[in-house]
């Protein structure tokens, strides 16, 4: 059994946890002198203290330019390469805008997949038929670029490194705490350009596919990231989200969790399939293993309070309490057996098994646990708690969750 971090317990936690606190010896009268330890909110805004905080703010005249496109007909307005960040084309977004109405607009953030290293904000492109159901209700649709991680290190990398470029032309990418933050900023670079683009603060939803759906997905759960006396506007603002959708994606940041928490079904009772295997062939078996997104050996993490710290971050399955927004989880992907996986060739059982259906159910379940059936929804081969349909489309899951994220949009307003 893999340890694991608990956000919720704090167990094995020590540096972040520990900042702050003293201790003295009991005088009698009940109290120690010991200070309370931190709200997890505290230790996340003392994590990402440095995250931009030299950068020039010169890339806040990179406004984006207008152009219209046709949809159905009709004309939309799209803001092309505003960047959000100061880290160039990997900080910008595409921003789709319907037609200016009465009232201010909610948006809907799309975070596109690709392992955290290919693709970019164009991938929304194959996705007009969901982009234009958004314009047409109403809500304005964003798509953005991020930092990419490096592929092939080979040492731990102890602090995070703010300024890396993550860029797939080089091998100065970034790590999973930056990549995740990145999708923040975005949020609130929306907050920010709100009044000039006509867009609703206070009705926000971000969805993702894979990759994308992480950020998404960790963005809704972690606590507000807004800094009110930062000196970049941007990070003033908060980084809160009304609803989120997790599509086609995984059942936490940490890959090296996986094997635990995805549980395969064998093709029958008697079947000695084994799983841990399948995870064998893709790399994921091991707790002791590199790990690129978290540009560490996995064992070095749990040896190092900072390491500790950084696994409780990103592990956004611990994340999810009370307080997260309204959650849909959909997948494409077959509910393939134990066996089906075992039979596949290596390319065709990653595509499978870091996409099974199976990854959303504990996200899934947690959701209910915490939140109730109101606002917790699954779209997917193994379970379809939000259409009633007896057979579904796999290949919609998309629309499931644009028409679960839009009504909860529509009902905020």
Known sequence: MLRRMSAASGVGVISLLGAGCSVSSDDGSGDTGQLAPPSFQASLLDWY?????EEPLSYLDEEGSLETVTYNGTDYEVLRDAHY??????????VFLPPTGPTAAPVVMFIHGGGFRAKDKTDIGGRESVV?????????VASINYRFRSDGGSETVVEPAWDCKGTAADNDGCRLDV?????????????????????????????????????ATWVALVPDLA??????????????LQVVGHTNSQVTGPSHLWPDLVEIQPADASSTCDNVALWMRLGEEEPTGYNDALQSYVDDLYDSPGGQDLLRIVDFLELLDADAPPFITTSPVRDHTCEQLTAMSDDELRGNLVHHPRHGEPLYQRCLDENG????????????????EETLVLSEDEAHAAEFIAGWLLTEG
């Open 49 to 53: 203290a440095e995250y931009d905080a």
């Open 85 to 94: 960040g100061p880290h160039g084309e990997r900080t910008s977004m595409d």
């Open 132 to 140: 234009v159901g958004y314009l047409e209700q109403g809500i304005a």
């Open 179 to 215: 990549i995740y933050r990145d999708g923040a900023r975005a949020v609130q670079y929306l907050r920010y350009r709100s009044e000039d683009l006509n867009l609703d603060p206070t009705r926000m939803a971000a969805w993702g596919r894979s990759a994308g759906s992480q950020i």
């Open 227 to 240: 800094v009110a006396d930062h000196p970049d506007p941007v990070l003033r603002e908060s980084t809160r």
């Open 373 to 388: 059936p109101s606002e917790c929804a699954i779209v997917t081969d193994v379970q379809d708690s939000f259409t009633g």
